[in-house]
């Protein structure tokens, strides 16, 4: 290859891993939280995102107070007002231990150390309300404080905080139909952490702290009908204003060094909306003695936008959206105190990354990126297994495939494997009456390139307070789109006020 077309191809490189790194994300680190953690896990109420910041277990699995029987008087009618607000106030304090060099995909070699990393104070804000028979109201919200030393202080566009709506959404349910509308998720898969068919809601991760696919899952603007009856039940629904991923966070730990192009660091834009967008999808589902089964189809928009270079000599990149076609199957089993699941799903339609070989006006050869449609099925298969009462363990493994990609020749290079695939182990176990919870996951790309492990204690100093500690491991090889995680060792602790 020319060294004009080397230089070039170089140079798109790192633009290539923003996007590369952005979609592997999703599927390949899905283990850093327990499961005690912040996810309301196959939960279609919706999530907190900021998981180590924040325990939604606190809210999830608390009672909220509706008796009308409150006093030892049953007739009297001064009665207690149900609690509809819950709260939340946390400091969170995460430090990357680690300093070393490592070699870039470009054949530089560089050094990362951030000393303090994460230095927030945060409130999480949760109101649920069931004001009137069948009916439910339900929001979530959250602020952030970013304070001295967090890489996210001094950012110009959040001014040193940033406050987001989580949820909102209105719910009325009758003896065979549910109607919601509002902010809320969509939960499809069986298998925790690694369903390859939790893909319509949108997801944001941030560092190190929001890893699982199940907090990072971002809420949606939805209607949804469910209607239920003898032979199964359906849920559909439609968004009328789909969202993607929001844009990676430049100098955050996931995403610690942008592009360059002419000198000057390649921005990631978002979509402008300037096209009437719409997703839609419905879901059938049987429930059977120890096993469910459920098929499903929808068209949705790939969550993660696509770049190319921008053409205006600016040094900001091009978003690209792409609809598509999913086809889903889930099924579980339980057996005692085994439970078997397994997705699988067909995308039609999927856009994989490509580099062109053109010729430029001398009649020299130029590689320029472009993108290329494509079919792909995916499959996550695990078990869930209670040991006892105060144990629990869980895997999943995750492989997905392309359909019939081509080999490489002169006029294509493909830049996406064929065939990828992820696994993921966890461990817990309560102790102290409940108090104290430690937890272990583990989570491997197969071929070895990506290995992230996560050793964390939560332990509870009252009804209202909780702190947590966690160790963070990480192992990634020299062509990984995680080069820059290799032998990274991080230590957090996150002290938790609930009223």
Not at 182 to 192: A, D, F, H, N, P
Request: charged share 20%; glycine share 6%; proline share 4%.
């Amino acid at each position: 290859m020319p060294d004009r077309v080397t230089t070039l191809v170089t140079g798109l490189l790192p633009t290539t891993l923003e996007c590369r790194l952005r979609r592997r994300l999703i599927c390949c680190l899905l283990a850093l939280l327990p499961p005690t953690s912040l996810s309301a896990q196959n939960s279609d109420a919706g999530e907190f995102p900021d998981a180590v910041e924040f325990d939604a277990g606190a809210f999830d699995n608390a009672a909220f107070d509706d008796s009308m029987f409150d006093g030892a008087d049953l007739f009297d009618t001064a009665t207690e007002a149900p609690r509809n607000f819950r709260f939340q106030l946390s400091q969170q304090t995460v430090t990357h231990l680690s300093k070393h060099r490592y070699s870039t995909p470009a054949g530089t070699t560089d050094t990362q150390h951030r000393g303090l990393e994460n230095n927030r104070l945060g409130l999480n804000i949760r109101y649920q309300n069931p004001f009137a028979a069948g009916w439910l109201l339900q929001s979530s919200a959250q602020l952030r404080a970013y304070l001295p030393g967090d890489y996210e202080h001094d950012n110009p566009g959040r001014d040193g905080w940033e406050w987001r709506l989580n949820e909102l959404f209105l719910q009325r349910s009758g003896a065979q139909n549910s109607f919601s509308f509002g902010r809320q998720t969509i939960v499809w898969g069986e298998t925790i952490g690694m369903s390859v068919l939790d893909v319509i809601n949108t997801t944001e991760y941030r560092d190190l702290t929001i890893i699982d696919i199940e907090d990072a899952r971002l809420n949606q603007w939805l209607a949804v009908w469910d209607h239920f009856s003898d032979s199964g039940s359906w849920s559909s629904f439609i968004n009328l204003y789909p969202e993607f991923d929001p844009v990676p966070v430049t100098g955050s730990p996931l995403f610690p060094e942008p592009a360059q192009m002419n000198g000057r660091p390649l921005r990631l834009g978002s979509y402008d909306g300037k096209r009437d967008l719409f997703e839609a999808g419905t879901r059938w589902n049987r429930t059977l003695i120890g096993s469910d089964i459920a098929v499903m189809a929808a068209r949705l928009y790939e969550n993660a936008l696509r770049y190319t270079l921008p053409t205006d000599g600016s040094n900001r990149t091009r978003p690209h959206i792409n609809d598509f076609i999913l086809l889903g199957f889930s099924a579980n089993r339980a057996i005692d105190r085994l439970l078997l699941t397994l997705d699988v799903a067909y995308s039609h339609g999927l856009l994989t990354d490509v580099l062109n070989l053109v010729a430029d006006s001398d009649d020299s050869a130029l590689w320029l990126p472009g993108f290329d449609t494509q079919n792909r099925i995916s499959m996550a298969a695990g078990f869930e297994y209670g040991i006892s009462a105060t144990q629990q363990v869980s895997l999943g493994v995750q492989a997905q495939r392309f359909i019939g990609l081509p080999s490489d020749s002169a006029s294509t290079l493909w830049r996406q494997r064929e065939t990828e695939g992820n696994a993921l182990l966890r461990y817990s176990q309560s102790l102290r009456n409940e108090e104290l919870m430690l937890s272990a996951t583990a989570q491997a790309a197969l071929d070895g390139d990506e290995v992230l492990l996560n050793l964390t204690a939560d332990y509870r100093l009252s009804d209202t307070w909780e702190v947590a500690g966690q160790i963070i491991l990480t192992h990634a090889a020299s062509d990984s789109a995680l080069f820059f995680l290799e032998r990274d060792v991080r230590a957090g602790l996150t002290l938790s006020w609930s009223f």
